[in-house]
């Protein structure tokens, strides 16, 4: 973790920003800065083209565009400098403070803020290669240039003779197909005309990496081992093998400290390349490997004839005629590739020299790609440093009209944050950036368009530097690039960690649903083969095609991820480990939460035949016509809803049995439907769907009519509101509400009553409850002269001694509410008769009906909102968590990952959020780090506090900046008020609750607060790691209470009535009002809590309360720890308020056995067993 340093050492960090010096290439490097080209005036208007010079007048005014941001005083601050003053003190002090004053606003404007400087300062700096590390490999390097040049006469070889100079040491790594033997051509050696480094190590843009450094050195085969026609049928490739070959026999006879491998370069399977594994220390060989890379002079072979466009491979046969005749982008481009290493490192070196800040750009951008698992091989994505270091030169020489992405001034912030927007918002499939080192060369429309999905072509090599990517790869990558664009904007929250030091790669919690896919090897044409390097690439690119078009607006990406990196092998095999018979991908979908769900997928009208008929072959039997009720007729397809899988799932299943039969492909979901089965689902009606619930809130508007229409004549004040307060009347409670039934766990809902204000009620507080029962009796009984299908019955709750009424109604519907009076003297009275009752108060009373507010609307407002929290009270309850926190704080803990997505896009499925959920409580910090929520839902809320419209529906970018510090000055407050956290460890702010405790202050005050929250970090941390490790997800449903000091099993008091209910049938009455009130009672509740209660000084209880009728345990338990402060002996005093046993002389301790004995006296008939340690 980058460590934050004190904004007083911005002033020092800024000043010391001067020019560096250009830094040395290795001593054999021997390439040379070439001369600076014009812009190409010629270029098409419809790309983006750039040249490969520095303009002399731009880049001066580049120059004097910097020093113009840094300030227009300098001259007149030199002027002053000459002149002596009157007070040298004073006046040094006014020119330093000055001084201070201005870096730390030059700082500011080049970093978005001083901190930010200084994390990157941090970063770059702990990545950063220590220097006798770069020293001791450099030995090496000089050690391996010797061997690679070593004075070799040029041999000449047929094939059958090539093969018969190896021993079984050594293999030659031809690809396929391998040369005949009979071939006409002849392999070659010769000394490498010459030898450099080229990479990141050569531009001093190298870091730590995981996996360790590459070093790349590349060495040009003598032009006269090849002919003409080479390119052409694998010629080039197989020249090259035995080329590499010779290589690898010279370098395992030099005795050098390396294991010598092979290795594909970048996964590619045509160019296979040298690996030498570092051996002579461990910590070097950790830290560093070097590849040996065969190259090609750039005019070797006409690059004309290598577009993207043309066939290098003839087939056999029919197919070979050429109107059939395919292209081979990526052959021809791997031959390309192979003769520009020189060129672009002199490029790069141009665009390092003219740009002081390119160099850390290339870190951070290296950092950033590898942090979203992209790299440059075909398997990462196909956009790695390489291609993050050739855009930003290119953007940085600027088109023929004169306008540049990038200036020369630019910091490295500036250039990294100017690459991703450009990234985001330039479509590179549709406005292709061109660029040229020698500018007489043209090009044509048509090879753009069939270059690839994503273009930065080099009209001199007819050459896509984004071969690699597919379209699968270049959406996710533009994703990216705008989500972190968003979140660079945010000047509210530090972005810094979700930007560079996050690993944003895990699929469960990147993608809304990832699913895996296994094919076996189905049809592979000669074609396909010769257009494509692999048959897992090519199903790849065809599963893309077909998800993308069946799934239409359901989904904002699709993405297909092939992690299939190939590692090195021994020289002695011609290939590395082969591929399975099957091959396996994982697809990520990120979905739109309005239409995912949908039940139709729409198509063209009747009348569009040509298009309806593609419809009809692309979705076969499924697809029908049909006439909605706006009249129009067209082709559609109906999917079914199921609680257990969506929508997409189904689509997915559907189009790989249409589409893929031959492949025989199998689809895995369990990531999705095996944690989806742990919530509690009573109809087959989507997971989103939320019928039952809004039923619920019907009946209870309208209750709240009936009750306020007859209020008048019944009471002597006008109900003015009937407010919810909860779970199920938000959507929340983690059992959908089932008319008539009362095994849920919020079966009797609450709600609050209000009457017109007055000044008549008592100023007492029994007094004035005495009043609120005799109303609620009024308003029962009229209630039910009214409506005679109503039941309503006035109970009392004994709440700290204060006896609470309560109207308690049956509807017409099948729903119980529980209604209390509230008043506006009420929390006055509270604050002042009974203060350690008011929190308790404001969370029945005013508190929860703001509470319930929040919560209704964002539910509304994200449809995936309500299964993720009842599926993380489920868990909650799960692990005996339930009745340490409060429902609302669950519910704004959930809320975070909506409100505030960084670095991802609000989740759109219940798996998502669930797993962000425990991803964020496992990394809170809460003794340092409060969670603030400062997003006000109102009608403009999309318009609220925005100064820039966002590239994607990222949340939390956008907060109020007034009241955001003013909530962060609050935690620190509050930490300072308690420090020991007793009271609440977590604080959640809103801008409803500024004190940020309401709902997770103990109450009583107690040390357990601290224990409960340490233990919900142990948890979620738990579940992260298994999540990442692909565990099942019933091991996170799984209590363990192992850990615990003793356990307390109880039988459940209603099992046997349960058991004789017919689930299957559809419950129409109530029971009789003595069942329903022993239900509600809930009796191992009152148990629990007069448990925590009595024994809160000695012991912290765990418990979990609510019920599940699918999953329902056989047993209920109440877990237990000792508190830690009473183990061991200690001196008797009279307020020792639990249970001890005498020891020696004055001493004591806790006294366990009488305390278990209590408890199971307490208990009676609930207890079945006590397990203790």
């Not at 396929?176 to 531009?203: C, M, Q």
């Not at 009789?1072 to 925590?1092: G, I, K, N, P, W």
Request: charged share 25%; aromatic share 10%.
């Amino acid at each position: 973790m980058v460590k934050r340093k004190q904004q007083g050492a911005v002033a020092e960090a800024a000043a010391s920003r001067k020019r560096k010096p250009v830094s040395e290439e290795p001593e054999f490097d021997d390439a040379s800065d070439v001369d600076e080209t014009q812009f190409d005036s010629e270029a098409d208007p419809e790309e983006m083209s750039v040249d490969g010079g520095s303009d002399e007048d731009s880049e001066e005014e580049s120059e004097q565009e910097s020093d113009e941001e840094a300030d227009g005083e300098d001259g007149k601050g030199a002027e002053k400098k000459e002149s002596k003053p009157k007070n040298d003190g004073v006046s040094l002090h006014k020119s330093s403070l000055a001084q201070d004053v201005q870096i730390a606003r030059e700082t500011s404007e080049l970093f978005k803020s001083n901190i930010f400087k200084l994390q990157i300062d941090e970063l770059l700096s702990e990545i950063k290669i220590d220097q006798k590390h770069i020293s001791a490999v450099e030995k090496l390097l000089h050690q391996v240039h010797a061997v690679l040049t070593e004075k070799k006469e040029k041999e000449l070889y047929s094939v059958s003779e090539a093969i018969g100079l190896f021993s079984t040491d050594i293999a030659i790594p031809f690809v396929e197909p391998r040369p005949p033997k009979d071939a006409k051509y002849k392999l070659g050696f010769a000394s490498p005309d010459y030898v450099t480094i080229v990479g990141s190590f050569s531009l001093k843009t190298t870091v730590k990496q995981p996996g360790g450094i590459g070093i790349d050195i590349v060495l040009h085969m003598p032009s006269d081992l090849f002919q003409e026609k080479d390119y052409l049928n694998y010629r080039y490739f197989h020249k090259r093998a035995f080329y590499l070959a010779c290589l690898a026999r010279q370098l395992s006879a030099a005795n050098l400290p390396v294991k010598v491998m092979y290795h594909y370069l970048n996964d590619d399977p045509l160019r296979p390349i040298i690996r030498l594994q570092l051996t002579s220390s461990k910590s070097l060989a950790s830290k560093f490997y070097i590849n040996i890379i065969p190259a090609i002079e750039p005019k070797l072979f006409e690059t004309r004839k290598l577009a993207p466009e043309r066939n290098c491979v003839r087939l056999e046969g029919p197919s070979s005629d050429s109107s059939t005749t395919v292209a081979t982008p990526f052959y021809n481009s791997s031959i390309v590739s192979d003769s520009t290493y020189r060129v672009y490192s002199e490029y790069l070196h141009r665009a390092r020299h003219v740009s002081e800040g390119f160099n850390d750009a290339c870190k951070l951008g290296r950092l950033w790609l590898r942090q979203r698992g992209f790299g440059s091989s075909h398997a990462l994505g196909g956009f790695g440093h390489f291609e993050w270091a050739m855009l930003m030169a290119c953007l940085l020489q600027g088109s023929s009209q004169g306008n540049r992405v990038l200036m020369h001034g630019y910091s490295s912030y500036q250039l990294f944050k100017a690459t991703l927007k450009f990234l985001a918002s330039h479509d590179l499939s549709k406005r292709q950036v061109s660029f040229s080192t020698d500018d007489s060369t043209k090009i044509n429309d048509k090879t753009l368009k069939l270059s690839g999905p994503a273009v930065i072509y080099d009209r001199n090599n007819h050459f896509n530097l984004l071969y690699k990517m597919s379209a699968s790869s270049y959406a996710l990558l533009r994703h990216e690039a705008a989500v972190t664009s968003d979140l660079l904007m945010d000047v509210v929250k530090d972005r810094f960690d979700s930007i560079f030091m996050k690993d944003v790669t895990p699929p469960h919690l990147r993608f809304d649903v990832h699913f895996n896919v296994k094919f076996t090897r189905g049809t592979f044409l000669p074609r396909d083969q010769i257009s494509h390097i692999s048959y897992r690439q090519f199903v790849s690119e065809k599963l893309y095609r077909a998800l993308t078009k069946g799934y239409g607006k359901r989904t904002t990406l699709v993405t297909v991820l092939d992690s299939n990196t190939k590692d090195p092998w021994e020289v002695s095999r011609r290939r590395g480990a082969s591929d399975a018979s099957a091959d396996t991908v994982t697809v990520g979908l990120l979905l739109d939460s309005e239409e995912c769900e949908k039940l139709v997928t729409h198509g063209p009208g009747a009348e569009e035949e040509e298009e309806a008929d593609l419809f009809r072959r692309f979705w076969g039997k499924k697809s029908e016509l049909r006439r909605f009720q706006d009249g129009r007729i067209a082709e559609s397809v109906v999917w079914k809803t199921s609680p257990s899988q969506l929508i997409v799932h189904t689509i997915a299943e559907y189009l790989l049995e249409r589409h893929f039969s031959d492949a025989a492909p199998s689809l895995d979901m369990s990531s999705y439907t095996d944690l989806v089965g742990f919530l509690p689902a009573v109809s087959n009606d989507s997971i989103t769907g939320t019928l039952l619930f809004q039923k619920k809130n019907d009946a209870f508007q309208k209750l709240s009519t009936v009750l306020q229409d007859i209020s008048s004549d019944a009471v002597p004040l006008t109900v003015k509101s009937v407010l919810p307060t909860s779970p199920s009347l938000r959507y929340s409670s983690i059992h959908e509400p089932v008319p008539y039934r009362l095994d849920g766990d919020d079966t009797i809902a609450n709600g609050i009553l209000e009457f017109e204000t007055s000044g008549k009620w008592p100023d007492d507080l029994e007094a004035i409850e005495k009043t609120k029962v005799a109303f609620l009796l009024k308003l029962g009984q009229a209630l039910e002269q009214k409506d005679s299908s109503y039941t309503a019955f006035v109970g009392v709750d004994n709440v700290d001694g204060l006896e609470i009424g309560f109207l308690q109604i049956q509807t017409p519907d099948g729903f119980i509410f529980r209604l209390r009076v509230s008043t506006d003297r009420d929390e006055q009275l509270y604050a002042r008769d009974r203060p350690s009752s008011l929190i308790k108060y404001k969370r029945t009373y005013g508190g929860a009906v703001l509470h319930n507010r929040l919560i209704y609307r964002l539910a509304l407002k994200f449809p995936l909102y309500s299964p993720t929290v009842r599926l993380v009270k489920k868990w909650f309850a799960s692990q005996m968590l339930s009745s340490a926190y409060t429902e609302a704080a669950i519910e704004l803990i959930v809320l975070k990952v909506f409100l505030d997505s960084a670095p991802y896009v609000p989740p759109a499925s219940v798996v998502s959020g669930f797993y962000r959920t425990m991803e964020f409580l496992g990394n809170w910090d809460w003794r340092e780090e409060g969670l603030v929520l400062t997003q006000q839902i109102s009608d403009d809320v999309e318009n609220h506090n925005q100064t820039e419209s966002l590239l994607t529906s990222i949340s939390g970018t956008r907060n109020d900046s007034k009241q955001y510090q003013e909530l962060q000055r609050g935690f620190t407050t509050w930490r300072g008020h308690d420090p020991a956290f007793t009271l609440a460890p977590l604080y959640i702010g809103t801008f409803i609750d500024t004190t940020g405790v309401l709902w997770t202050e103990a109450v009583p005050k107690s040390d357990a607060a601290k224990v409960v929250a340490a233990r919900l970090t142990a948890l979620t941390k738990a579940v992260a790691q298994l999540a990442r490790s692909g565990s099942k997800p019933s091991l996170f449903f799984t209590a363990s209470v192992d850990d615990y000091d003793f356990v307390i099993h109880t039988a459940d008091p209603y099992a046997t009535q349960e058991k004789s209910q017919y689930r299957n049938l559809e419950v129409t009455h109530f029971p009789s009002l003595d069942r329903t009130v022993d239900v509600s009672a809930h009796v191992v509740d009152m148990y629990f809590e007069d448990l925590q209660e009595k024994y809160r000084d000695c012991a912290v209880l765990f418990y979990s309360p609510f019920k599940d009728s699918q999953r329902r345990p056989k047993k209920n338990v109440i877990a237990g720890i000792w508190h830690r402060d009473t183990m061991g002996s200690r001196k008797f005093k009279v307020n020792i308020n639990y249970s001890t046993i005498p020891t020696e002389g004055d001493d004591v301790e806790l006294n366990k056995k009488a305390i278990m004995k209590e408890i199971e006296l307490l208990g009676g008939d609930l207890v079945t067993k006590i397990s203790s340690k």
